[in-house]
């Protein structure tokens, strides 16, 4: 192993410089020669049919280039890319829309400016129809979105959710029982985890160019899977995807909302090849709301039975998820993603009910966390609720129901193998950092002033670096491509002649530091300086198969891929530098750029000495290969499961029930860490969308199906002034599904503190009667509580 | 119409529609694509550009309004290979992910500490109230205003690029 | 998010731009750009004429007109925000354009901009109805002055007739005003959900005069004409006012939004009464 230690070390990101002086290359900062610009008409009802459209003036204004309809392309079938659960979308609306927003024409112009001036000039008729909206009416089914068709897709099932596979005792009888003995409290809430439009600060942005000479095309996209998109543009078109060359350029921000195959991904396709011009669309942030996915949008009701001594005999949900109108990418296995975390950090009996209904609005699916914060949001809502319903400490009753750390593996309620854990190690040392106590006293010293303070704590266990590739069973493909079917990783190192290194990864970052970070663990593995190691990314043919950056998979999936690809390279440098040196291979130790004799110092040679002699495998020891790279894919045995406790304490505003944050802290554990002060900022992000959530943010529909959300002005996200600073620390307990002992961080920060926040208003307000407040916690919703809780 | 403005110091002259805003006329006429577009109303700031001397919204501000002043963006920030201390507050402190904001944080932070070079914790989190960040929640950006502030101030910046404690 | 096409005229005197405005049959008035601008990129204003007041000399200063205050036309938000001329003379004003939006839209927003736009949930209008401002307007017919109490007509809608421009802001000088609110974003930042500006004249320790105004919570900013009464006479203490908050929204019609129920904005009116007048007289 290499003395250069840069694991586990903090380095200046690589990606930092460009970036910060503007350099940075976003699919809107591409320029092609002769490119043109597209803009959408989009329908303004929720549920209607089209009658007619007219595009004579649109096609009559100079600079216009075109205008398609669905008539145009019919042809081009139905978006493929979705999971095979619900209503495929077509590419435009055909003859009936079910959202609002659902484009229903495009338009092709000299510029984005002209191209708008078209769409405005493009007439449609509408005959608009009952719009199904509120959830709990469309989980009713009188009035049905599809025609014919029941609004639930299905319901997944907490004891068998995979038919043939995973088949669990049913735990409702003895959940009954319980809840039937004199010695047992029930406590049950109905809550709401509201949608939210993930708003990634770049909004979504595509530029086709098609070339009939080649027979092929580049399509650059803003996208989370460049790979999968590729492949299903190849089978759209009926082109083979060795033709589709997708660029994800530098990603402002995905959350998820980037990992999706969208119409207009195929569109901008479809006119660059009618009209032999590169075809570029830059979504507005209006249309953001229409364009994109959404993510949450579940309403719920969480019961927990227990004795008055905190143990937890039953823990039950049951849930309506809004999936929207169309399926997509993930759509209904978002609620699963939920499911797999159900019974959280707990040994106990879990009963689940997730309900997959669809409504006239836009689509919903991943959204950072992805069904795995709402799941938490439930259970630890309920608990805290349980706790002050027996009179027992929040903190307490969490530890009485945890699994204990010498019971992993452990198998849970819903048939998940979980690696390791020590979840009450890892709360009390949040307890003691964050001195859970004086902060009790303080809120109490505080509550006899008149003021309203409140500590609000939650755990979490997360599932995320997926694999493992046995879940493709549950999934989807297109041509072979699809992501379950490769939730698999892949990385491929080579040391150029020069002695300087290329790493080429299947996934690529939308702000998680894949450069910085592969880079250190190449530059740990083989003794080559950070600053000589380049990280490729994002090429669907030049980057090697990659299934895509989502679900906190990319270290532990695509690292690892690129961890063992560092290992074969060393070996086989270790045997040219030992031919060189004339030392065994095993004695060769790398460090500084070179290689040297373990014990002679002196006896080196340098990087560019060993890369040279690859090259040139005259040199080489008789019978071996010349080159030196490698190329690993990595199939995890297992799914890594992050966990961690978070603490808020919060102070409300008695007469406007303003909610002021004030300290926040977080002990999280997601195995071993590369370079912590990344690690940190994913957990910033992660919790400050989490606190969004649960103060500020909410996509509101009308009965028509209006978003009124859809401006920054009335889908407030927090600004600088709305956060404090976050107190992080964390526990290391290493993953044994990877050689590198790492789990993941993207979702973290999200998953765990949504229901912290609303623990502690909660527990602000709890003395004056108040049980629960629904999300965002506006002030108008405290205050509203609190008023209710009095009278 | 014509316009002539002076861009990071150059002068620009062009022929605009007037409905031009000011963030296409940098990015589409001038090449200039490190100010961002990051919404529609003039909430989230990743337009931000300096107009004689004050930030401004370049995504609600016409070209032509710009005509005859001098406007510094992004590309104009550091001095040659010399990055600003606000760039280098950001590199060090870990005050960036995806990138997509950071422009036009960096210009509001310029402002900012142009204006006072030891701002509390408070005055930060206000003085860059008008960029949104998806990706920080804003502790590192205000860690990296921080670490400027002291570089501008002749001071060596406090702390480390991360802080968990164990 | 693109405007539609319009001419674009940069007059360099007030008359020019008196005469492009009288003379175009939708044409739009831009200083600062924050309320117009945004509506235009929507499309919801697709004006054929925009007139750019702000290359017009001598509109953009701040002076002491000894009994009051003149805020010119192109005076930015931040400018009067940090002037301390409308610090000491029209505190409420200042503080009302210090939580306008943020520091880029108080870089290029006017004061009399927002006053001129007349969003029923904008900061500085509550300003003006307490400081008994009086607006200056101007056409090709001359100047008029309007005072702020009949300016604010409805939604979006002012005292201004189409081809006048709002030139000047004047604020008598005398007593204490303050201003506060509760935003959007909680604490005082983005659109108020509720705010109150109070003006009371009560250097002899007896309230001798009072205005208050509220913002926020009905179809325009307005005077709470009860409110003021209730403090009136009294020594300005707590149950003076608590029963100035009490009549908050006497005579008005709450509106509610996303933001709040006619119910809380009620409240909230109340709240923003009281916390301003503990400003100036606590």
Known sequence: MSTTSVMGGIVRRKEDPSLIQGKGNYVDDIKRRGELAAAFVRSPFAAATVSSIDTSAALELDGVHAVYTAEDVRHLGLNPAQVAVGTLRPFLADGVVYHVGEAVAMVVADNRYVAQDAADLVYVDYEPGDAVVDLKEAFADASQVHDGESNTLLTWSGHAWWEGVVELPDPSPGIQEAKERDDTVVVSLEMVNQRLIPTAIEPRAVLADWNSGYGSVELWSSSQIPHALAGAIGVIFGIPSNKVRVVAPEVGGGFGLKLNVYPDETLVCFASKQLGRPVRWTETRREAGFASIQGRGWIGTATITGTKEGKILGYELDAICDMGAYSQNFTVAIPLLGLFVAPGQYDIPTSYALHCVVTNTPTTDAYRGAGRPEAAYYLERIIDAYAREIGMDPADVRKANYWKSDQFPVTTAVGMTMDSGDYEANLDALLDRAGYEELKARRDAARSEGRLLGVGLSSYVEVCGFGPSALAGLGFSWGGYGLPTSFNGSGVVRVQPDGTCTVTIGTGPSGQSHETTWAQIVADGLGIPMENIEVQHGDSLDSPMGVGTFGSRSIAVDGTATYEATNRVREKAATIAGHLLEAAPEDIRFEDGSAHVAGSPDRTVAWAQIAESAYQPHTLPEGMEGGLESSVVFSPPNATWPFGSHLALVEVDPETGDVDLLEYWATDDCGNVINPMIVDGQLHGGIAQGVAQALFEEAIYDEMGNLLTASLVDYPLPAAGNLPMFSLDRTVTPSDVNPLGVKGIGEAGTIGAAQTIVNAVVDAVSHLGVKHIDMPLRPKRVWQAIEDARN | ?166 | MYPSNFDYVAPTSLDEALAALSGSENAKLLSGGMSLLPLMKMRLVRPTTVVDISRIPGLDTITDEGDHIAIGALVKHADTASSELVGKHATALAQAAGTTADIQVRNQGTTCGSIAHADLAADQPAAALALGATMVAASVRGEREIAAADFFVDTLTSALEDDEILVELRVPKGGKSAYAKLGRRGGDSDYPIAAAAVWVDASDGTVADARIAVTGVSSKPYLAVASAQAVVGTDGSGDAIASAASHATDDVVVLEDLYGSVEYRTHLASVFVKRALEGVLG
């Open chain 2, 1 to 166: 119409m014509e316009i002539s403005i002076s861009v990071n110091g150059t002068d620009r002259r062009s022929n605009v529609e007037p409905r031009t805003l000011l963030v296409h006329y940098l990015r589409e006429n001038l090449g200039l694509t490190g100010t961002h577009v990051g919404c529609d109303t003039g909430y989230c700031g990743a337009c931000t550009v300096i107009v004689d001397g004050r930030t401004v919204k370049s995504c609600t501000m016409l070209a032509v309004q710009a005509d005859g002043r001098a406007v510094q963006t992004i590309e104009g920030v550091a001095n040659g290979e010399e990055l600003h201390p606000v760039q280098e507050g950001f590199w060090e402190r870990h005050g960036l992910q995806c990138g997509f904001c950071t422009p036009g944080m960096i210009m509001s932070s310029i402002a900012l500490l142009e204006k006072n070079d030891n701002p509390s914790e408070d005055e930060i989190r206000h003085g860059i109230e008008g960029n949104l960040c998806r990706c920080t929640g804003y502790h590192n950006i205000v860690r990296s205003v921080q670490y400027a502030g002291a570089k501008m101030r002749g001071e060596e910046p406090q702390g480390a690029s991360q802080e968990v404690t164990s």
